[in-house]
């Protein structure tokens, strides 16, 4: 079992910046490719940002690409997401998950497990 925490989010004027991060527990990180998704209200919760297990690699959606970046710290077992020049429309509940595999970042059900969440609003 692998538990994950978020942390970082919060409210920040539109144009700045925040870092989420994702703290794993129970078993190493660097045995899952890891991704961010976002949920907000009212929509379906989307895929933004997603790194292989040994950080070689990564995708993005297209909404955030060029001002998001994943990484991770398999020694802090730990992952990252900055997030620069945010807009209103960025606003919502960012969740990080654990994978077995880089190959289906995309689709959610391919993660195993899930933080709960954390609000990030950006106001206008």
């Known amino acids: 079992q692998v538990q994950l925490v978020e942390s970082g989010g919060g409210l920040v004027q539109a144009g700045g910046s925040l870092r989420l991060s994702c703290q794993a527990s129970?078993?190493?990180?660097?045995?899952?490719?890891m991704g961010w998704f976002r949920q907000a209200p009212g929509k379906e919760r989307e895929f933004i940002a997603a790194?292989?297990?040994?950080?070689?690699?990564?995708d993005y959606a297209d909404s955030v690409k060029g001002r998001f970046t994943i990484s991770r710290d398999n020694a802090k077992n730990t992952v990252y997401l900055q997030m620069n020049s945010l807009k209103p429309e960025d606003t919502a509940v960012y969740y990080c998950?654990?994978?077995?595999?880089?190959?289906?970042?995309?689709?959610?059900?391919?993660?195993?497990?899930w933080g709960q969440g954390t609000q990030v609003t950006v106001s206008s």
């Open positions: 998950a654990a994978a077995n595999s880089f190959r289906r970042r995309r689709n959610q059900d391919a993660y195993n497990y």
């Open positions: 790194i292989s297990l040994g950080g070689g690699s990564t």
């Open positions: 129970g078993r190493t990180l660097s045995n899952y490719a």
